[in-house]
């Protein structure tokens, strides 16, 4: 279990959860002298306002925290766990109005990440009783799944590059009994990965294809696919020095892949899963690949490159092609791919896009129930046209400013003929200003409700 969570504890503090309609009734429960400090510090159950109530001794006897009414806490279930970086070291258990206890149990543990890599790491203070019905173990399986993602993306790229990525997926391997190949530099051209060896090739830190494989051949076929740039300069069509500084958060399509299989397969699914993550870094030099250039798939497909910008495309289809092959039940896969996503839906909720209806209706559902919000866009078969080259089969990006994450999944959507559950995530990665739950800094998206959704088509036995 979780070091942020005890299984009982008789001494835990209450937390005290109330909305502002339930708070005359709480303050009529609490001792005279209890109820006097919280009107005399002006305690009025504002969201997220807490207080300390000491006693007699001074110490810590209870806390106050404000929450919403029942409706409007749906929008935020973590709420409760906003307490877990700032309270003071001690045993606690939620009581009153928590609503959803694995959210709200889940939200503490995720709020109290930290990463410590490059500073003294905090000492571990307040720890939550685990609430009655909470899976303790498979609760700790996916906050440390999820901090394992987060350390992925906060690590900057002098320490992630494409070598760093295949040793944290070999780690997990070595963690789950998994197995992984990679093929690495100019094997990608002798294996017919082309593209990947492209986008790579301009870096001294060798280009890879990353390969997982987990689990019963005979049970269905799960793959995940991670989009693994340690960094993007925007290659010739490079990116202004602004657009540059969260750059080592754009292999967070691997992170929120890698961790997504973690939950998986130590769950112990029934299901044979596979990960792959095309791993490179978009550099620029004198063999970077350049605007106008045709480059070969391994689908077959010749792409004309119209921004060298627009990379994450290029590996992604190589990989998602290998991964068709195999015409594999469910194929997922993440990327921080456009910043056209995050134009129209914001960093919080990352578009998705399937042909597959029923699919697309339990991603949406499942995103909700887990707090893992997403939002269907269409495949909208008309701005294929977008994609047009009068010298190739395709260019890779569109010839406008329009529908740029539509554009993207449309053309990722060429690389997959086989498969009939695909889905493609355009996740962000990264948390611009705290929410409970959710700190400052790189997130993982889509992957706790893509473990929800395999492990709904595949329970464990």
């Known amino acids: 279990m979780n ?11 209450p937390v005290h959860c109330v909305t502002k309609t339930g708070l ?6 609490l001792a005279p002298e209890a109820r006097r400090f919280a009107e005399a510090q002006g305690f009025a159950a504002q969201p997220g306002q807490h207080i300390l109530l000491p006693d ?9 925290l404000g929450v919403e009414g029942i409706e409007a806490r749906r929008r935020d279930p973590f709420a409760p766990g906003r307490l877990a970086a700032s309270l003071p070291a001690g045993d606690y258990v939620l009581a009153g109005e928590t609503g959803d206890p694995d959210l709200a149990a889940l939200g503490w543990l995720l709020q109290a990440y930290r990463f410590d890599r490059y500073r003294k790491p905090a000492p571990i203070a307040a720890r939550l009783v685990l609430p009655e019905d909470v899976d303790g173990t498979d609760l ?4 440390g799944s999820v901090a394992l993602a987060r350390d992925l993306v906060n690590t900057p790229a002098n320490d992630m590059g494409p070598a760093e990525i295949e040793l944290a997926i070999r780690a997990l391997a070595d963690e789950t009994g998994a197995v992984v190949t990679a093929i690495i530099g100019d094997d990608l051209l002798a294996r017919n990965f082309p593209m990947i060896h492209a986008v790579g090739r301009a870096s001294p830190r060798a280009p890879r ?9 005979d049970h269905p076929k799960v793959t995940l696919v991670g989009k693994g740039v340690a960094f993007d300069t925007g290659g010739l069509d490079l990116k202004p020095s602004a657009g540059m500084l969260l750059m080592k958060k754009d292999m967070g399509g691997a992170a929120a892949a890698i961790a997504a299989a973690r939950m998986i397969m130590l769950a112990r699914l029934p299901v044979r899963l596979r990960l792959l993550v095309p791993a490179v870094e978009n550099a620029v030099s004198g063999s970077a690949f350049r605007p106008g250039d045709i480059l070969p798939s391994r689908k077959g497909l010749s792409v004309e490159i119209g921004n060298t910008d627009a990379e994450g495309r290029l590996i992604l289809a190589d990989a998602l092609a290998l991964a068709d ?3 594999p039940e469910l194929l997922i896969d993440f990327a921080t791919l456009t910043g056209a996503a995050r134009t129209a839906l914001g960093p919080d909720l990352p578009p998705f896009y399937t042909h597959d209806e029923g699919l697309a209706a339990e991603i949406a559902r499942l995103g909700q129930a ?6 269907r866009m269409p495949l909208w078969p008309p701005y294929e046209r977008m994609l047009e080259s009068r010298i190739a089969d395709l260019n890779h990006v569109s010839g406008g400013s329009f529908a740029g994450s539509v554009t993207a999944a449309l053309f990722l959507n060429r690389f997959v003929e086989k498969t009939q559950s695909y889905a493609h995530f355009d996740i962000y990665a990264w948390t611009p200003s705290a929410r409970p739950g959710r700190p400052e800094g790189g997130e993982c998206q889509a992957a706790r409700l893509t473990y929800a959704l ?4 595949h329970p464990p036995g």
């Open 24 to 29: 005359r009734a709480l303050l009529a429960d």
């Open 370 to 375: 887990v707090n893992d919000p997403v939002w």
């Open 3 to 13: 070091t942020l969570v005890v299984a009982a504890c008789p001494a835990a503090i």
């Open 140 to 143: 700790a399986r996916i906050a």
């Open 56 to 64: 007699a001794a001074g110490a810590v006897a209870a806390v106050l």
């Open 209 to 217: 294809l990353i390969d997982l494989v987990w689990g019963n051949p």
């Open 325 to 327: 092959e195999e015409a």
């Open 454 to 457: 395999v492990r709904q088509l």
